[in-house]
């Protein structure tokens, strides 16, 4: 077969069309509403993070910042824990560890679910039907058992924590992955690419994966949320962050026992749980409206 | 018919049996000496670390421990725990009714709020119901479910002493149960407004309101039926979910269910509980879509008939 340059060329081209436009995607998710809070709130955590030493009160981790189990106050604004220290200041300095749990595990889950799913939707046959139906299966385990597998393997702690919840996902990514590759294998760009001669690798990287980023894009954000959800969750039940982490979920599980006495080191931590998935939400569900301005209506 | 249900069994023995697989090979992943993680607190010698070794088969090659394995498994003999020296699946069964309890009750709680948000919110669409459901049905999702739960806990048992802080019997059943409820409901909400919007577009539903049928019977007879479907063939994700929602609701109700063995078996590194607990979770999880599936084929002839 006589391989013209240009017309893969011309399908690399056709492919490249079907990326949105970068200035009219910034425009649309400011505008709407819940991509505008959504960046908002994400915003606020990522700023944070990089100046908790700044903005925070107290040390995170000094004990007897001020008088222990102190209900809110000027001086402590979300109280103080019982160990005295600032609950506002570890709230702070916890974006920190709250940002590196999404980073980490949604790139593990993100990378191998996208390697995953372009190879099984662009295999198709037996290599297809395989991966898939181990990916199934491993998806009807759901991903707290898988998270306790691999913490069962790896022994517990923060960082082990991040990087189950990471492996725990992947059967989620590589499904959404080969769904979106075979709606893609059908588009008239890909067809052309391959009656063009286009290899392997060219269809692979330079026609599928561009058109399953906007996808995975969505996934990964919302997928911050659910990995910050399960860290936390992780973190409350003893296999993730230890003492004296100020990880938002950890501090909740020492809040148990203190509950009458002093709600307030149950509610803020609990509180910039739900703020900070609640934004990552609604900013995967804005991005979403923006790339594909037909889900809108929904 | 038969052959569908067939169909749907031998996909569950698969997930099991790769489930079998997993665990055997679980162990072997263990970074360094899995009998002296398993026993190094316990007074151990050496002759006695080998003789364990020995017993749990783990000086064999892994096949010959996969099949030592699966005979025992067809024996209904799962191992014994490190902690406590009992035979796993007695503990593991004394403890599922709690579990089962748990998730049952919650589906049941989910699928009544979370439906009925759903319907109300498609069917009011761009009304003030539909962004206060779906403004709820998002920071439901949101939220985590143990602060949910800690937030009732809180209100309903210290504050108000309705309700028991635990205990085991129906009453310290109820505060779970809404807390993994209601935390499903936001998900199963947002998926019944949107199998009912693409529903109240169809045609079929136009016909019926142009021909004059009471607007009860196109909604419950005509739009619901139909929209169940969707929503329906999700419930056997839904179980799986709430089975693993369990393990951390269960934990901070102090409900002893299997959940709360699960994560004392991962922190004492007892490894037999933990295969233990994964395959059996593994095989509720599927057996529970298998039913469900079914359930679901009795609603769409198109399945049944296929």
């Known amino acids: 077969m006589i391989h013209s340059s240009s017309t893969v060329e011309l399908a690399d081209d056709l492919a490249a069309d079907y990326a949105p436009h970068k200035r009219s995607f910034w425009r649309a998710l400011v505008a709407s509403p819940s991509g505008l809070i959504g960046l908002v709130v994400v915003a606020v955590l990522i700023l944070a ?81 395989i991966l898939m139906r181990l990916v199934d299966v491993l998806f009807s385990f759901t991903e707290i058992v898988i998270a306790l597998a691999c913490l069962a393997i790896f022994g517990v702690g923060l960082t082990n924590a991040m990087i189950a919840i990471g492996i725990a996902s992947i059967p989620f990514y590589a499904r959404v992955t080969h769904s979106v590759v075979l709606v893609e294998k059908g588009k008239p760009y890909f067809e052309a690419a391959v009656a063009a001669g286009a290899g392997h690798m060219r269809l692979i990287f330079l026609h599928l994966l561009p058109n399953v980023v906007p996808t995975l894009i969505v996934i990964g954000t919302l997928g911050v949320s659910t990995a910050i959800l399960a860290a936390a969750g992780l973190s409350f039940l003893g296999l993730g962050a230890q003492p004296p982490q100020p990880e938002w979920g950890f501090m909740l599980s020492s809040s148990r026992d203190l509950i009458s006495r002093a709600p307030w080191m149950m509610i803020f931590p609990g509180l910039a749980i739900a703020i900070t998935v609640l934004g990552f939400n609604l900013l995967g569900d804005g991005i979403r409206e923006a790339l594909d301005p037909r889900q809108k209506e929904r | 018919m038969g052959k569908f249900i067939l169909q749907r069994l031998l996909a569950a023995l698969v997930t099991i049996w790769i489930a079998t697989i997993a665990v055997t090979i679980l162990i072997h992943l263990v970074p360094g000496d899995p009998v002296r993680i398993m026993y190094g607190s316990f007074q151990t010698t050496p002759e006695e670390l080998e003789a364990i070794r020995v017993r749990l088969g783990l000086d064999q090659p892994i096949w010959t421990q996969y099949l030592m394995y699966l005979e025992r498994l067809v024996q209904g003999d799962l191992g014994r725990s490190i902690v ?56 439901g999702v949101s939220m985590p479910h143990f602060w949910l739960g800690l937030l009732l806990l809180f209100l309903f048992a210290l504050q108000l002493q309705w309700l028991p802080v635990a205990g085991g019997d129906w009453r310290s059943l109820i505060l779970p149960a809404l807390t993994l409820g209601l935390a499903n409901a936001a998900v199963l909400a947002r998926l019944t407004r949107s199998a009912m919007i693409d529903i109240f577009d169809q ?104």
């Open chain 1, 49 to 129: 993070a990089l100046l908790a030493p700044v903005i925070a009160p107290y040390d995170p981790l000094r004990m007897a910042a001020g008088p222990r189990l102190q209900p809110p106050s000027l001086n402590h604004l979300m109280g103080t824990d019982d160990f005295g220290r600032d609950v506002i200041s570890r709230i702070i300095y916890g974006a920190r560890l709250t940002l590196q749990i999404g980073v980490i595990a949604v790139g593990i889950s993100l990378t191998a679910g996208l390697l995953l799913g372009l190879v099984a939707g662009y295999s198709s046959g037996w290599t297809e039907r």
């Open chain 2, 84 to 139: 406590g020296d009992q035979p796993v699946l007695d503990v593991l069964l004394t403890r599922f009714p709690a579990t089962l309890a748990l998730t049952v009750s919650s589906l049941f709680i989910a699928i009544v709020v979370g439906m009925s948000l759903g319907f109300l919110a498609a069917y009011k669409r761009g009304t003030w119901v539909d962004v206060g459901a779906m403004v709820l049905a998002i920071v």
């Open chain 2, 203 to 306: 045609d079929f539903i136009r016909t019926a309101r142009a021909k004059g049928l009471p607007r009860s019977i196109v909604l419950y007879r005509h739009a619901l039926r139909s929209g169940l479907v969707p929503v329906v063939s999700m419930l056997g994700l839904q179980f799986a979910y709430l089975m693993g929602g369990a393990i951390v609701i269960e934990n901070v109700f102090a409900w002893n269910g299997v959940g709360r063995l699960a994560i004392e078996a991962v922190l004492s590194r007892d490894y037999p509980l933990i295969q233990g607990f994964i395959l059996f979770f593994a095989t509720v999880v599927a057996l529970a879509s298998v039913v469900i599936d079914i359930a679901y084929a009795f609603l769409d002839p198109r399945i049944r008939y296929s």
